[in-house]
T-cell receptor
Framework: GAVVSQHPSRVICKSGTSVKIECRSLDFQATTMFWYRQFPKQSLMLMATSNEGSKATYEQGVEKDKFLINHASLTLSTLTVTSAHPEDSSFYIC????????????FGDGTRLSIL | DAKTTQPTSMDCAEGRAANLPCNHSTISGNEYVYWYRQIHSQGPQYIIHGLKNNETNEMASLIITEDRKSSTLILPHATLRDTAVYYCIVSPLNTGGFKTIFGAGTRLFVKA
């Protein structure tokens, strides 16, 4: 089946650091990629949708200058958490959708970000 | 907001069929029903999707009512590894720009 690789799986860093998370579709081309965050015992919350070669569309309440998304190719999207603070600690998950209209989303295994 | 409602949690005995219901009474004609599951501390896993006909794959079966206002995901022989949160999502058949909004899902406990 379709595979999405997300890296790193876990990050622990100091407050004020910027952290980049990569999301790659390994065996298919992803026209659209999505970024979610998930707090403990809660559901996934959509942060933004990105289409290859265009600017990401952010959900209401998500700061685009805080969470920089780049979707430079059909197989790679990156999320950069800029100047991270403890409240940014969360589980970040990416997903990618193939080119067919009926294609489901395929998810990475997530990145657990801990800001000290 | 999510367009589906699901029970908060369910139990199932190992080896028995797990039937997970989902209500989507406001579903539109161009929206598919998708099911995903999330095992603890992992990313969600795609299970199955359908429009109006029943669907079956190696993981599960999806039964959609004739009026499409509800559906049931069936895991025919549940195992302990099927313990997870199961999400039912309706999403339009678009080539791009659609959103997948997750509700709270159903927490399925498979017990030995």
């Amino acid at each position: 089946g379709a595979v999405v690789s997300q890296h790193p799986s876990r990050v622990i860093c100091k407050s004020g650091t910027s952290v980049k998370i990569e999301c790659r579709s390994l065996d298919f081309q992803a026209t659209t990629m999505f970024w979610y965050r998930q707090f403990p015992k809660q559901s996934l919350m959509l942060m933004a949708t990105s289409n290859e070669g265009s600017k990401a569309t952010y959900e209401q309440g998500v700061e685009k200058d805080k969470f920089l998304i780049n979707h430079a190719s059909l197989t790679l999207s990156t999320l950069t958490v800029t100047s991270a603070h403890p409240e940014d600690s969360s589980f970040y998950i990416c997903s990618a959708k193939g080119q067919g209209a009926r294609e489901p989303q395929h998810f990475g295994d997530g990145t657990r970000l801990s800001i000290l | 907001d999510a367009k589906t409602t699901q029970p908060t949690s369910m139990d199932c005995a190992e080896g028995r069929a797990a039937n997970l219901p989902c209500n989507h009474s406001t579903i539109s004609g161009n929206e598919y029903v998708y099911w995903y599951r999330q095992i603890h501390s992992q990313g969600p896993q795609y299970i199955i999707h359908g429009l109006k006909n029943n669907e079956t794959n190696e993981m599960a079966s999806l039964i959609i009512t004739e009026d499409r206002k509800s559906s049931t995901l069936i895991l025919p022989h549940a195992t302990l590894r099927d313990t997870a949160v199961y999400y039912c999502i309706v999403s339009p058949l678009n080539t791009g720009g659609f959103k997948t909004i997750f509700g709270a899902g159903t927490r399925l406990f498979v017990k030995a």
